[in-house]
């Protein structure tokens, strides 16, 4: 219902404190005033025009929340003459400039775009897209009436849908609305779900109080809906009483020109009178013509409005660009000339700069190859020795294979690393090899599946700072115990090294080349180191590499 929306939405607006009010002043500017002006007077078409213009000179300004304002002003014009596709074009449209802004009128103006969408989405029927931008107002909304007119409408949605009970939640918050018109109506939309949801209910008391408030206030809209109501009550129990209420609603909707209820109220009146049909019927298809053609009029000249505001808009400022141009082609020549002198220091300078980035290029070529040199070749044979003294029963099948892999790892150390079938195999082999009857090293959750979605380049520079702490272990831990833990969560795969050696005391004095090139690597992969005392003695590490997302 028109007149309906139209109430919401200045309830909506208009509803916070006092004291708010005073403390923010709301962006205006003259093209702004005459708009509202002609919106007083009901010439929408003409506020609609001025509105657009004074969004205009706000962007002129970089004025967002003056163009937040006018906007939602547009798109409320917009809805409220039935052109719903537009009004909630301009309301998203209201919301780019709205994503920056904080304080009082914007959470105003967001709170009226959210319920302007959602009316237009109700009066498309769309009811599950009202429900969730009824929803964000009042999410928005800096007062409780404002969030009560908005449980009134999801309840109302709800019914719509068939959803009676979820509805009655909603409008069980709303019946606390302090306002006469927003009480009424929440009431009247309570007694509907309660009788639809219990048959042997009665609504009749609620229905009726609803109606003696919207009497006694003069709410037009409020009266249609309680005419609407009650004749619908009455249908399938008393046909003439339930005319009685649709020929009321009728005679309120042409005294408060509301064609969407003469509509309503007619075809209630077509199929309880059917003498009357043709002259019903007559009235009926010239109201519902006379709708089509004023909502199509308004679609095409809102339409029309704005182009020709952009157009102009567009002419005034290619005219200020051209006599802009003109004025300056002396600095423009001047500017060229600086421009010409600025290339030259620039590619002289990119020049050098290239020749810097060339020679750290081959710096970080080297560093890389020292580094695989000293993980694939340093560590493998130290890790080849652990596994041969640990395992004194290894045959020469296995010592052959293991030198022939590290051959081929420092072979190819320039080249991508390709994926191998038995990496998980030989990722737990190489730490159950640092186990002896000396030292026992223990892994904790592992699983084949710990790798899945995890690149290989990855788990080769986990098996790498892996092997890197198990060879200092060996080396310089004198622990008896060691573990490796892993967990893997939704976005991070989590590996804890424990053990119960003599620790590493003053750690950044102590750092060597082993523990950077750990840290390193955990950076390269986008991952986390920390190195803790254990508080039994020892050593704990923790690692975190984040999962990469597949989709």
């Known amino acids: 219902m028109k007149n309906l929306l139209i109430i919401i939405t200045l309830c909506l607006m208009f509803s916070c404190k006092k004291e708010n009010i005073a403390k923010s002043d709301p962006p205006t500017n003259r093209d702004f005033e005459k708009a509202r002006m002609f919106s007083k007077n009901g010439s929408t078409n003409s506020a609609f025009y001025y509105f657009n213009l004074s969004k205009n000179d ?22 409220n003459n039935g052109d719903f596709f537009g009004g909630i074009e301009s309301s998203l449209e209201t919301n780019k400039f709205l ?4 304080g009082i009128i914007a959470k105003k103006i967001l709170t009226s775009n959210y319920n302007n969408i959602a009316n237009a989405s109700n009066s498309l029927r769309n009811y599950d897209r009202a429900i969730v931008y009824y929803k964000k107002a009042i999410q928005s909304a800096d007062n409780n009436e404002a969030k009560y007119i908005c449980y009134n409408n999801i309840g109302d949605a709800l019914i719509n849908q068939g959803k009676i009970k979820l509805a009655k939640i909603y409008l069980k918050k709303a019946i606390l609305a302090d306002s006469a018109i927003n009480y009424s109506r929440a009431l009247n939309n309570f007694a509907k779900a309660m009788y639809l949801d219990e048959k042997n209910y009665n609504p009749l008391p609620d229905f009726n109080k609803a109606l003696a408030i919207r009497q006694k206030i003069k709410d037009g ?67 519902s013509e006379n709708v089509q053609t004023s909502r199509n009029k308004h679609k095409s000249q ?43 220091v620039f590619l002289r300078k990119r020049q050098i700069r290239l020749k810097q980035e ?67 195999m030989r990722f737990i082999h190489m730490i159950t090899s640092y186990s002896s009857d000396e030292q026992k090293v223990l892994s904790v959750g592992y699983k084949e599946n710990i790798w899945d979605n995890i690149s290989y380049n990855t788990q080769l520079e986990i098996y790498y700072i892996l092997r890197e702490i198990l060879v200092n272990m060996k080396k310089h831990s004198q622990a008896k115990l060691a573990s490796v833990k892993f ?49 039994t003695g020892g050593l704990i590490i923790r690692i975190t590499i984040p999962i990469q997302k597949y989709v």
Request: aromatic share 6%.
């Open 58 to 79: 706000f962007l002129d300004k970089n004025d967002s929340l003056g163009a937040a304002r006018a906007l939602v002003n547009m798109a409320l014009i917009q809805t």
């Open 358 to 424: 060339k020679e750290l290029e081959v710096k970080n070529t080297e560093l890389k190859y020292s580094k695989k040199v000293h993980d694939v070749v340093a560590n493998g044979l130290y890790h080849l020795m652990i596994d041969i003294d640990n395992n004194p029963e290894i045959n020469k099948v296995k010592i052959l294979n293991d030198i022939e892999k590290m051959y081929e790892e420092s072979r190819d150390i320039s080249h991508e690393n390709t994926a191998e079938n038995d990496f998980s």
């Open 487 to 535: 967990e893997k969560h939704d976005d991070n795969l989590k590996i804890k090294y424990t053990d119960n050696g003599i620790g590493i005391h003053d750690l950044d004095q102590q750092k060597g080349t082993g523990i950077h090139n750990t840290e390193n690597r955990i950076a390269s992969i986008g991952g986390d180191i920390t190195f803790e005392k254990n508080p």
């Open 302 to 344: 809102f339409a029309i409005v704005r182009y020709d505001v952009e157009q102009k808009d567009a002419e005034n400022k290619n005219l200020k660009l051209q006599k802009l141009e003109d004025e300056n082609k002396i600095l423009i020549l001047f500017g060229t000339l600086a421009l010409s002198v600025l290339v030259i």
């Open 221 to 287: 809209a409020g009266l249609n809906s309680s005419y609407e109501t009650l004749s619908t009550y009455y249908f399938n129990k008393d046909k003439k009483v339930s005319l009685q209420y649709a020929k009321k609603m009728l005679k309120e909707a042409i005294h408060n020109n509301s064609p969407d209820d003469q509509i309503t109220a007619l075809k209630r009146i077509i199929s309880l009178e059917p003498e009357n049909y043709l002259q019903n019927f007559e009235k009926l298809d010239s109201i």
């Open 99 to 102: 994503k920056s802004e904080q």
